[in-house]
Every structure is written in structure tokens, then in C-alpha cells.
């Protein structure tokens, strides 16, 4: 899996190029997510996300994948999980401080970065926590959903006012 994980930051740039034909198809059947139902669709799909995406990014299921944002390098791979960036103690040959047989992370993000299109500008986006209740979801789901935002409900429609009942303006004589 490392070595797969390394050639795929190798190749940063083709796996930019094809996940962002990949999103835009993925994006375009949201008619049909929505119609067989997100909820429906979450486990299969997932499943799949997790084996194309372990096997070559040794992907970790956050749920809020940024792949295109670090080079094609999970940041979820890093000891520390730290999703914003190298820790303090990369050794001086660009190995972990925690993992020494393993290159940072970090430092495979910005070859990768390097590498990709968008990926030097990408890079620099700061990244949210981690919210927890999203492991295990599909991230690829969550960007048709977010990027296909549900039409606004229809207004309520105005209620005609009911006239009021008329009263008797006159007085009867004693």
C-alpha cells in the first residue's frame, strides 16, 4: 500500500486530471442519487470508495476527503492526523518523527502539489477538523450533495383574508 500511495503523489497531476472528470460525472448523476435516495446509496457507494480509494491513497474514510487540496496525499495517513500541515518534528530527510521508515505526509503532499495544476494554490487552504460523524461515509456522496444544494421550498401560499363578518352599524329606538 505505501509504495501505491507513493506513486500516486508521483503522479499527482493524472490523478488531479481524472478525479476531476470522475467529480464532474459523479456531480451529474445527483438526479439519480436523489431519485434512488442518498441514504440508500451510501453504503454501496462507500464500500467502492474505500477500496479504489485505500489501494491508492491508502485512504483513511474521513468523510471529508481533500486529496486534490494536499497533493493527492491523505493527510489522515499522518501519525498525528494532522490535517494543516507538517508537525515540528520531520526528521531532516523528510522522514516521521513517529514513523521513521515513513516519509511525512506532509513533505508527499507538497511534491505532489507541486505537481498538480491547482495543487500549489490548493495547498494552502486551511482545512476544517475533522468531524468525526462523517467516518466511514463516502466523501465522493457529500461533494454531489453539497454541490447540488436542494431547491429552496416554495413559498407558502398567501391565504386570502376572509372578510369580516358585517356588523350592525344602525340603533334600534327605544
Known amino acids: 500500500m ?8 508521483r503522479h499527482a497531476r493524472g490523478m488531479e486530471k481524472f478525479y476531476g472528470a470522475f467529480e464532474k460525472a459523479f456531480v451529474a448523476l445527483h438526479p439519480l442519487w436523489n431519485w434512488i435516495g442518498y441514504e440508500r446509496v451510501e453504503k454501496p457507494i462507500a464500500a467502492f470508495e474505500k477500496v479504489a480509494k485505500g489501494f491508492l491513497f491508502d485512504c483513511k474514510m474521513c468523510g471529508q ?18 490535517r494543516n500541515g507538517p508537525c515540528g518534528g520531520v526528521r531532516a530527510n523528510g522522514h516521521c518523527e513517529v514513523k521513521p ?3 511525512c505526509v506532509w513533505v508527499e503532499a507538497f511534491a505532489g502539489s507541486e505537481r498538480m495544476v491547482e495543487g500549489k494554490k490548493l495547498i494552502r487552504i486551511v482545512q476544517l477538523p475533522v468531524d468525526r460523524r462523517l467516518e466511514g461515509k463516502s466523501s465522493w456522496l457529500k461533494v454531489a450533495r ?8 416554495p413559498a407558502a401560499p398567501a391565504i386570502a ?9 344602525t340603533t334600534k329606538a327605544p
Open 2 to 9: 505505501y509504495s501505491v500511495r507513493l506513486w500516486s503523489t
Open 65 to 82: 476527503c481533500a486529496l486534490s487540496s494536499t497533493g493527492m496525499s491523505c493527510s489522515m495517513n499522518c501519525p498525528k492526523t494532522i
Open 101 to 103: 521508515e515513513m516519509r
Open 146 to 153: 453539497d454541490k447540488n444544494p436542494p431547491p429552496p421550498k
Open 161 to 169: 383574508a376572509k372578510p369580516a363578518p358585517a356588523t350592525s352599524t
